[in-house]
């Protein structure tokens, strides 16, 4: 029996050991081309015995916001069919709900919920006391949680018991309400506290911003806390085909008129910067399931449509290089510094909004504020990667040549030398910081703008200069992620995704391909094809049930981006253009302390 088909039934423990050991002992006396291909064919991504075993409905679509509300809904309709009085209160938890009963109605509400978990793959649950059990614990639990668990038809991602409802029991005390246990408002209501109707995002953040649910509460629920974020964000995506025929003749084109290409680092023009392996359909799947919370999604690209993406949905705008470029910098452009310079002139774009590479992924629900303040400040999150201190040299990876550009800026502009990377993660960003950089540093984002292939003069505004120009002028602050980066040409990656995908237990990863071969660039394929399809298995509604032929090239409408955006979503209030400064207003000595 082939090892692989064994450890796809090991216990994971057991599993992960072995792979480890795989990976220091035996792939070192495979040779180097081959051990992606060795490690691929040894490590199974899919199936094997989980730590937890539930049964769970099978469906071909679900997100973990929609999972949550039908649990939610399940346990009201049954408490109002019943007859018995509920209110909603909010969690800490990003992913569950909570509805208080009466005390005095346990015994009613928990027949109830026993009859609703006998019925269609139902799980209840004691919540508080922990280590209670079974029917007679429930008599004296303080909160239960009421779950109906999903999963994909290969039963690779389960959205379980963490998504229920929990019911907590509110004892009447002196005329107040009493919760047993603290909620992020107050676990004391007076008794004549009027009941009202609030919007999902009143409960919390991670719910859609026109979710139209309303719910049953108590008037002091509906005051939401400073740690919540309550401004619009938008995400922007940089996406290209570097297989679309037309594509590559411009790049050839754009070659053999920057013979300075060919001497500097290779990594400049390498074609695996420019493949696309359907990279991005999985990170908007991530998206659409994990961040519920955003408000539009703009694609940027060289006039390319992926030939399943849905351009007609409201909430996403393509957005052609023309369009940002103006008459400024030059196009065609193959430089992703260059694009990254001007997206921040993207009409309609909100004030914050996220930057992504389609290689990043989100991995689980995550809540705006682990990317913005409250207050409107951007998160950054800094790498134990350090920016080479020796000096820049023309030869060095683009990466490396606009890590220390930006250092020399930094330094010249605040007295303060900046030393690590930034993380490949959702890049946190606001417009108005980016048009005053673009205005301060007028001379080098221009020049970034203008060369068409990563250039060693070049400046990495969007994933490194930003971040640090805003913690130093006060509007930036450092915040954590749990995070992978993950190189897939590393014969190790395999082993990393296996446990990714076991434990799902980030926030985000990264799967980046810097420089392959043909023949390891056919092996990174098969493993995302295997990968991504069992991390994100449902759909979004971004993709097309019927994709057109190929790849097709943009065709921009005689409306602006600006109007098209307005009329395909009523809703969504977009933000006018930002007016900038005839000059720039560089701060002041005093501003350039680290507060």
Same mark, same amino acid.
């Given at each position: ?52 075993? =539930? ?96 999963? +994909?038809? /290969? ?22 309400? @009493? ?9 004391? %209501? ?36 400073? +740690? ?11 996406? =290209? ?12 084109? $754009? ?5 300075? @290409?060919? +001497? ?29 919370? @955003? ?16 351009? $007609?949905?409201?909430?996403?705008? %393509? ?33 914050h909004f996220l930057y992504l590479n389609d290689d990043v992924f989100l991995a689980r629900p995550v809540p705006p504020e682990m990317f913005f303040t409250p207050g409107g400040l951007t998160r950054f999150f800094p790498s134990t990667a350090l920016v080479d201190s020796a000096p820049r040299r023309d030869d060095d990876p683009p990466a490396n040549s606009a890590g220390k550009n930006n250092r020399r800026l930094i330094q010249q502009a605040f007295g303060r030398v900046l030393t690590r990377k930034m993380k490949h993660t959702p890049h946190p960003s606001r417009r108005s910081v980016l048009a ?8 080098? =984002? ?53 446990? =990714? ?16 071969? %043909? ?14 399809? $069992? ?32 009329? /395909? ?21 005093? +501003?350039?302390?680290?507060?």
């Amino acid at each position: 029996m082939p090892i692989r088909r064994i450890l796809r039934h090991t216990p994971w423990p057991v599993r992960r050991r072995v792979l480890a050991g795989l990976q220091h002992k035996l792939l070192r006396y495979v040779p180097a081309e081959r051990r992606l291909a060795t490690a691929r064919r040894v490590v199974p991504l899919t199936g094997g015995p989980r730590r937890v075993r =539930v049964a769970a409905r099978v469906t071909e679509r679900a997100t973990p916001s929609g999972v949550r509300r039908e649990n939610l809904d399940r346990v009201v309709t049954a408490l109002e069919t019943a007859g018995i009085d509920w209110f909603r209160v909010p969690v800490e938890s990003v992913t569950g709900s909570a509805v208080a009963v009466p005390e005095e109605d346990r015994n009613r509400v928990i027949a109830l919920l026993e009859t609703l978990s006998a019925s269609d793959a139902g799980l209840l649950e004691i919540v508080r006391p922990q280590g209670r059990h079974g029917r007679r614990g429930r008599r004296t639990a303080t909160v239960l949680r009421l779950s109906r668990p999903v999963t +994909d038809p /290969r039963g690779t991602l389960v959205f379980g018991p963490e998504y229920g409802c929990e019911i907590e029991f509110w004892r009447s005390v002196n005329g107040n309400l @009493v919760g047993p246990r603290s909620n992020p408002v107050s676990d004391v %209501v007076p008794a004549d506290e009027p009941m009202v109707y609030a919007s999902e995002q009143v409960f919390g953040s991670f719910s859609a911003p026109d979710d139209p649910a309303s719910y049953r509460t108590r008037e002091i629920f509906t005051m939401v806390s400073p +740690d919540r974020v309550g401004f619009p964000i938008d995400v922007v995506y940089t996406w =290209v085909d570097g297989g679309d025929p037309d594509w590559r003749e411009r790049k050839a084109g $754009a070659l053999s008129e920057n013979s300075w @290409v060919a +001497d500097v680092s290779g990594l400049a023009t390498n074609d695996s910067r420019y493949a696309s392996r359907d990279e991005l359909r999985y990170s908007l799947r991530a998206l659409h399931a994990f961040a519920p919370w @955003v408000r539009h999604i703009f694609l940027v690209t060289d006039d390319q449509v992926p030939a399943w993406l849905d351009t $007609a949905r409201p909430d996403l705008t %393509v957005v052609s290089h023309r369009e940002i470029f103006g008459d400024t910098g030059r196009l065609p452009t193959f430089n992703s510094q260059a694009i990254e310079s001007r997206l921040h002139r993207i009409p309609g774009l909100a004030e914050h909004f996220l930057y992504l590479n389609d290689d990043v992924f989100l991995a689980r629900p995550v809540p705006p504020e682990m990317f913005f303040t409250p207050g409107g400040l951007t998160r950054f999150f800094p790498s134990t990667a350090l920016v080479d201190s020796a000096p820049r040299r023309d030869d060095d990876p683009p990466a490396n040549s606009a890590g220390k550009n930006n250092r020399r800026l930094i330094q010249q502009a605040f007295g303060r030398v900046l030393t690590r990377k930034m993380k490949h993660t959702p890049h946190p960003s606001r417009r108005s910081v980016l048009a005053e950089i673009e205005l301060r540093f007028a001379e080098q =984002v221009a020049a970034t703008a203008e060369h068409q292939f990563r250039h060693p003069e070049d400046v990495s505004l969007l994933s490194s200069l930003q971040q640090y120009y805003s913690y130093l002028t006060g509007r930036a602050a450092p915040g954590e992620i749990k995070y992978m980066y993950a190189d897939l040409a590393d014969a190790g990656t395999p082993m990393r995704l296996a446990r =990714v995908l076991h434990d799902r237990h980030l926030d985000a990863f990264c799967l980046n391909d810097t420089d392959s071969t %043909v023949e390891a660039a056919d092996e990174q394929a098969a493993l995302l094809a295997e990968f991504l399809p $069992a991390y994100l298995p449902f759909p979004s509604p971004y993709e097309l049930a019927n994709p057109r032929p190929a790849t097709g090239r943009l065709e921009l409408p005689r409306t602006p981006v600006l109007a098209r955006q307005a009329s /395909r979503a009523p809703h969504a209030q977009p933000h006018p253009d930002i007016a900038l400064p005839a000059q720039p207003v560089p701060p002041s000595a005093s +501003d350039s302390s680290v507060a």
